[in-house]
Structures are given as structure tokens and as C-alpha cells.
């Protein structure tokens, strides 16, 4: 087979499997210090059991993607040793300074994070949780800046058909980096809250009424329910950034063949790339013009603009509807949630059953999300700069296949493991729910050695 | 040569590979190793040694990063060079990585009777890992050779090295556990040395003999006088080493840290050997480090942020090694 469609395949299954875990631990290092900072504001010790339940899905999660994060930098140089080569001098400062700034800063406080509750003191032990949660953040910030201005890339020449960076700060700063930054953050905080909120409410629905488990389902769901209003604005305004700047990834998105005025809007169809038009589509008139350019004969761009050098369309346009199906179920799942906990203080039992699944839609949105970017700068790897074609190395495709299949097989397992063990630590808080031997808080060093048990 | 900065960056950051690829081996070496020794030991002697660990692999992993990241972001040719030819053992490794990395969390978490499984892979891991490790490091000497005769130096490099990891992981073991598990362990150590004694030996006839360049590096006067030191004085600490295992653990756990500490500085040792007989190249017989390195530009940049921040996470580490000193106990969230 193919190495360029093979290798593409493996990049892209690792970078899906990685992206669930930095997804999860970004905003859960937040979200535990928010649960340690209330518990010592209150002394209320049903804040700490909520922090140590959530803090075994921060290990959890942190250790998936500390080590498919190592596989991914070791197949920049497998598979696509083009891509060093032609853009280094960028692509390699920005991953350096995520190493130092980030991997180590999280990698080295985690340690002390989670297992140093009783060898530091209560300060020492928020400072590491701050610092860990910093350097997901920090982490997040370079990568999103690499990812950005292979998107939109500036600041930049190419001397003797290699790149070098003329000016950082707008090589960092590109144009794409502020709106997809806050996007990327913003879904983090989505995936974390819909998480936390649909486990307890698994945990509600088995009959557990323990304070901590309130405690962490009314965070999941209000924070859950703050963040989508401003998630649904910050996309919009990413949409609106990208059309500016890579408009042939929005004709492909609204599979829009022609640049006109009085673009509808496309809610559903089958585009066809062969026959250029939309099989069985539904739509609203003017649709497109209004959202893209709020007028109704605002002129969309449209892929015959393009030919020969745009995405392809099925993907994005389906890609860009889950995603903002997605996003729409979001907002009404959280919203009644809220409304039912503010209001009755308890979930009625449909809602809970709903929330449960919807523990996962933060990952299923995240990932609709990254693939209609990814694939919508296609067919370049850094745009208008390096084909993803030109970038692929000679590693022969039988070996690329081989090694795909068993990445395939190792993260199916891995995947069923983590949800398998995620759902036994949820049951398993349940059934302690307040009866938990309560975690050995103190507000100085404990003195050493200290006897386990 | 002129010492200007084309010359010196390049320069600077296989220092700096070095030091990230050294400080790997010796800190991931020994949790590996006490991954290849979980085999050997019983249920209770197993969460000891993960306690042992538990605090430091995480961030002990965080300079295989750091060293393949320098090699990505400084010689982005030699990257692909080594990478594309080393695809399947560096896959290998991966796994291996993989594997033995969520196994750590999994078996911590998972029900009771689905531990021993998680077990198993975490052992199984560990030591996929270091013989892909070994592997890799064979072939690359032998300047990313294909064919029999550097499979099989592959093949005797990647034992060498699992049972240099395995005497780092019963040498920490001393340092941290107590009791009859120490004592185990120096047991482990004893035999282990003997292999890496064995291993390194080979490895250092082998290379010279394997490459008439490395040959010509090593055995002209008046060089030879001045790299002398290396094999006899590791000669010395093997021997030592070996000496002393029949006498720990001694009398109030002094001398305790002393194994590793042997250790580590006959990594060092061994590692200054393979600088000496690569330099001045960073693929063997294909690239020099000026050959493959980025723009200096590029390099200067990440070497202000290298010149701040490496001190800064030495530092906090060193910090993290103390809070968690001492003994290993129960590892508990809180």
C-alpha cells in the first residue's frame, strides 16, 4: 500500500488517541485546584474526596498521554522526516520551548502532586497542583502556536528552500494562534465538566447521595453550562478567522461549489466531489451569506475558486456538523441540568441517564473539531509552504501497515481499559460515597518517614 | 577551526543531547531496570518498587523527550536519518514505553483480580523497552548498518544494556527499600553486574573491530595514553562494585546509595567512550554535527531558553528527588 496514505493514517490515529488525554488533564488540573482551594477556604472535607476521586483520573489520564505524546515525538522523524527538514528552524524552537516550559514543569510537580499530600505542606501541595496545571496550560499554548502557524504561517523566509523565522513574535502570534488557543482551551473545559458531570451522575443513578458527589456534579454541570454560550462565540469567531485566511477550508465545510451571493446554509446533505453539487440536501436559504458575512448577499467563497487545491469535502462538512450538533446537545443538557439542580436541588432520572453518555461528548466534539482543521489544510502540511506528500519519509509501506495495525490494536485496548477503569473508580466512589477514611490533611509536613496503611 | 557561532552552536547542543541522553539513561535506567526485576519478586515486593519509582518516572521520561527533541529541533537531518532507518526497533520501543507506562497507573486502579495482569505488562514493557534501547544503540554505532553481523551486535548491545538497567533498578532497590527486599536485591545486583561487566566488555572490543575509524580514534599514540583511563577505571568499579555486594547491606544502611552512585558513574564512563568514538558525528560515517544542524539562528533561540530554564528544572528536580528521599512507603493520593 501506500506509505503517504498509511503514515497519514498512523499520524493521524496517534494524534487522536494523544489529544483525548491533554483534552482531559489541560482543564482537570484547574478543576482539582478549584476542588483544593474551596476545601481550604471551607474545611469542608467532602471538597477533598471529590479532589482525590478526580486526581486518580488525573494520574489516569496524564500517564495516556505522557506516553502517546513520546510516540508522537519520535514519528515526526519515522514517518515525516521532510517536515523537520523543511521547516525546523520554526517547528523546532517552539517544540523546545514546550519541553522545557511545560513537559518538565508538569512531569517533575505531578510526583509531588500526587503523591506528596503528606511529605509537603497543604501550601506546598496547592503550589504543585498550580504548577501542574500551568504547565498542561503552557503545553497546550506552544503547541497550539506550532499547530496555528502551520495553519496560517507568517513571519517567515525561505532561503535555499528552507525556512527561517524573520520575526517570533509573529510566528508565534499568527494570525489563526488567539482564536484557536481559546477554542482548544474552551473544549477542554467543556470535555472535563461534561466528564465529571455525566460520572456522577453515574454515580447519582447507582444511589449514591454523598456530598461529594453533589459537590462534583454541580461544578460539571454549571461550569459545563457557563462555558458553551462562550464556546458557541469564541467558534463562531474562529469560523470567521478562517474565513479570512484559509477560505477554501470554509467552502469545504458548507460544501459551497460556487463563489456567489445568497449562499444558503446547508444543514444536511451528501456532497459530491466527482459531480461538484450536495445530494439530498436540506437547507435555508441565504444560510451561509448571513452566519459568514451578515448579510444575505454576502459573497461566500466557493471551492471552484480552488480547484485542484482545496480539502477534501465530505469530511469537513460532516466533520463541522458533528461537532456543532454536538455543541448544540451541550447547551441543552447543561442548561436543564442546571435549572434542575438550582432549582430542585436533584436530576430527574432521564436527564441523568442522558448525562451519562454525554460524559464523552467533549471527546467526540474535540475530535470532530480537529479533524475538520486538520484535514481542511489539506493538501498542504504547512500551508502554501510543504506538501504533506513532500514531507513523508521512504520507510517501506508494509512497514508503516504493519506498525499501524498494532498501534490500532494497543489503542483500542488502552481506550477500553481507560473507560473500564474510569467507570470502576466512579462505582467504586459510590459505593464509599461519604464513608471514604478520610485523606490525612494537614496543614504542615508530616513527619518522616510515615507508616503506610 | 574558528570559534565562532556556526561552529560552536552545533557544537553546544551535542553537548547538550549528551547530557539530556546520559541523564535518561542513568534516571529512566533504573526505573526500567526495577521493570525487568518485577518479575523476580512477590506481591508485596512488587508495591514497594513501585513506591520506589512511582514519585520519578514520569518526570525521568521527560529527558527521553527532551534528547529526542534535540535531536529533532538541532539536527533535523540526522532525525530522519536515525529514525527512518531505526523505524521498526524504535516502534518497539514505543510500545514497550507505551505498555509499561499506563501499566504503572492501571494496576493501581483497576480491580483487585485484574492486577496481575497489569503486572505483567509492566515487566513485559520495561524490558521490550531496554532491549529496543540496546538494540537501537548496537545498530547506531555501527553507523545504521543493516544485515546479519549488525543485527546480531544489536542483539548483544540490547542484553548488555537490559542488564545494566536491571543492576540500576536492584542498586536504587538498596538505596530505598529495607529488609528482606534489600537484601534481594543486592542478590539481583551481584548478577546483574556480572552480565553488564560481560556485556560492556564485548561491546567495547566489538566497536573498535566493527569500525576501522572508531579503530583509528582509539588505538594511536598519544591518544590511547589519555583514554586509557576510561576502561581501566570502569574495570576498577565493576570489580569494586562486585566486591561490595557481598558485604551490603551493612550495619545501620550505611553505604546504602552507594551502588547506584558506582553506577551511574560507569554509565558515565562507558557514555564518554561512545562520545569519544562518534565525535565528530552525529549519523556515524554520514553526518557531522555541523552537517545536520538547523540554522544558528534557530539554535541560538532555544539555546536562551535552554541557558534559563535547564538550571530551573534541575533544580525543582533535585527538589523532587528530596521530598520524596528516603525510604520508599505505601504510595497513597494522599
Known amino acids: 500500500m501506500d506509505p503517504l496514505i498509511l503514515s497519514r493514517m498512523q499520524f493521524a490515529a496517534n494524534i487522536s488517541f494523544h489529544i483525548l488525554f491533554p483534552t482531559i488533564t489541560i482543564a482537570l488540573g484547574w478543576v482539582l485546584l478549584f476542588f483544593k482551594i474551596r476545601y481550604n477556604a471551607t474545611s469542608d472535607t467532602a471538597w477533598m474526596r471529590a479532589y482525590f476521586t478526580w486526581v486518580k483520573v488525573f494520574a489516569l489520564s496524564f500517564a495516556m498521554g505522557v506516553v502517546s505524546g513520546v510516540t508522537m515525538s519520535f514519528q515526526f522523524g519515522t514517518n515525516w522526516p521532510g517536515y523537520m527538514e523543511k521547516v525546523g528552524n520554526i517547528a523546532g524552537p517552539l517544540l523546545a520551548y514546550e519541553v522545557l516550559t511545560a513537559f518538565f514543569l508538569e512531569a517533575v510537580f505531578l510526583g509531588i502532586m500526587l503523591f506528596g499530600f503528606r511529605r509537603v505542606s497543604n501550601k506546598v501541595h496547592t503550589a504543585a497542583t498550580v504548577l501542574v496545571a500551568f504547565g498542561t496550560t503552557m503545553s497546550a499554548f506552544w503547541i497550539l502556536a506550532l499547530n496555528s502557524w502551520m495553519q496560517t504561517p507568517v513571519g517567515f523566509e525561505i532561503r535555499d528552500g528552507v525556512v527561517h523565522a524573520t520575526s517570533w513574535w509573529a510566528v508565534v502570534f499568527n494570525p489563526s494562534f488567539p482564536y484557536r488557543l481559546v477554542h482548544m482551551l474552551l473544549a477542554s473545559g467543556l470535555t472535563v465538566s461534561f466528564l465529571i458531570a455525566g460520572l456522577s451522575a453515574l454515580r447519582w443513578l447507582v444511589g449514591d447521595r454523598s456530598e461529594s458527589m453533589w459537590k462534583a456534579l454541580r461544578t460539571g454541570t454549571f461550569l459545563g453550562a457557563i462555558l458553551i454560550p462562550i464556546q458557541i462565540f469564541a467558534g463562531d469567531q474562529h469560523g470567521l478567522n478562517t474565513l479570512e485566511h484559509q477560505p477554501q477550508k470554509i467552502a469545504a465545510m458548507e460544501a459551497n461549489w460556487e463563489t456567489r451571493a445568497h449562499v444558503p446554509l446547508v444543514l444536511f446533505g451528501w456532497p459530491d466531489e466527482a459531480a461538484r453539487t450536495n445530494h439530498f440536501e436540506v437547507t435555508i436559504p441565504d444560510g451561509a451569506s448571513l452566519i459568514l458575512r451578515h448579510s444575505p448577499d454576502g459573497v461566500v467563497p466557493g471551492l471552484n475558486d480552488y480547484v485542484g487545491n482545496h480539502p477534501p469535502v465530505l469530511p469537513l462538512f460532516w466533520g463541522f456538523r458533528i461537532m456543532v450538533g454536538v455543541g448544540v446537545m451541550m447547551l441543552l443538557v447543561s442548561w436543564t441540568a442546571t435549572w434542575w439542580l438550582w432549582r430542585r436541588q ?45 514531507a513523508v519519509g521512504p520507510v517501506a509501506g508494509s512497514h508503516v501497515a504493519f506498525t499501524l495495525a498494532v498501534y490500532l490494536a494497543l489503542y483500542t485496548t488502552l481506550l477500553i481499559a481507560y473507560l473500564a477503569t474510569l467507570t470502576h473508580l466512579a462505582l467504586k466512589a459510590a459505593k464509599e460515597g461519604d464513608k471514604s477514611p478520610l485523606p490525612a490533611v494537614l496543614d504542615k509536613p508530616a513527619a518522616q518517614p510515615l507508616a503506610g496503611g | 577551526m574558528t570559534l565562532d557561532w556556526p561552529t560552536l552552536l ?56 527532551l534528547a529526542v527533541g534535540l535531536l529533532l529541533v538541532a539536527f533535523p537531518m540526522a532525525h530522519g536519518v536515525i ?4 523505524y521498526l526497533p524504535v516502534f518497539v520501543l514505543l510500545v514497550g514505553l507505551i505498555l509499561r507506562g499506563v501499566a504503572f497507573d492501571f494496576r493501581a486502579k483497576v480491580p483487585t483480580h485484574r492486577k496481575h495482569r497489569w503486572n505483567r505488562i509492566f515487566f513485559i514493557g520495561s524490558l521490550t523497552a531496554s532491549l529496543a534501547q540496546g538494540y537501537m544503540l548496537g545498530v547506531y554505532v555501527l553507523g545504521l548498518q543493516t544485515g546479519m553481523a549488525a543485527m546480531a551486535f544489536g542483539v548483544l548491545v540490547a542484553f548488555c544494556l537490559a542488564a545494566a538497567y536491571a543492576a540500576m533498578g536492584a542498586a536504587w532497590l ?19 553486574l556480572v552480565l553488564t561487566a560481560l556485556g560492556m566488555a564485548a561491546v567495547s572490543i566489538a566497536t573498535p573491530l566493527a569500525s576501522p575509524r572508531i579503530f583509528d580514534k582509539w588505538f594511536v599514540l598519544p591518544e590511547l595514553l589519555w583514554l586509557s583511563p576510561l576502561p581501566i577505571l570502569s574495570g576498577i568499579l565493576f570489580l569494586w562494585l562486585w566486591w561490595q555486594t557481598f558485604h551490603l547491606p551493612k550495619p545501620g544502611d550505611r553505604h546504602a546509595a552507594l551502588p547506584f552512585v558506582t553506577l551511574a558513574a560507569i554509565f558515565v564512563l562507558g557514555f564518554a567512550g561512545l562520545a569519544w568514538s562518534f565525535y565528530p558525528f552525529v549519523v556515524p560515517e554520514r553526518l557531522t ?46
Do not use: H
Not at chain 1, 441523568?352 to 464523552?360: D, E, H, S, T
Not at chain 2, 538498596?174 to 546483574?192: M, N, S
Open chain 2, 10 to 65: 552545533p557544537l553546544i547542543f551535542a553537548g547538550l543531547m549528551g547530557l539530556a541522553i546520559l541523564i535518561y539513561v542513568v534516571l529512566d535506567g533504573f526505573d526500567l531496570g526495577i521493570g525487568i526485576l518485577f518479575s523476580l519478586a512477590d506481591d508485596k515486593e512488587q508495591d514497594t518498587m513501585i513506591a520506589a519509582i512511582g514519585p520519578f518516572w514520569d518526570a525521568n521520561e521527560t529527558w527521553l523527550v
Open chain 1, 346 to 390: 436533584t436530576l430527574p432520572r432521564p436527564l441523568a441517564l442522558l448525562m451519562v453518555p454525554m460524559a464523552f461528548s467533549g471527546w467526540v466534539a474535540t475530535l470532530a473539531g480537529w479533524y475538520v482543521t486538520e484535514i481542511g489544510r489539506q493538501p498542504w502540511l504547512v500551508t502554501g509552504v510543504l506538501k504533506t506528500a513532500d
Open chain 2, 174 to 192: 538498596i538505596y530505598k527499600t529495607e529488609g528482606p527486599l534489600q537484601t534481594k536485591a543486592v542478590l539481583w545486583l551481584r548478577a546483574a
Open chain 2, 83 to 86: 529514525l527512518t532507518a531505526l
Open chain 2, 289 to 334: 554535527i555541523w552537517q545536520a544542524a538547523s540554522a544558528p539562528e534557530a539554535l541560538g533561540i532555544i539555546l536562551v531558553g535552554v541557558a534559563f530554564v535547564l538550571p530551573v528544572i534541575l533544580g525543582y528536580s533535585v527538589y523532587a528527588y528530596r521530598v520524596f528521599g528516603g525510604k520508599a512507603d505505601d504510595l497513597r493520593y494522599d
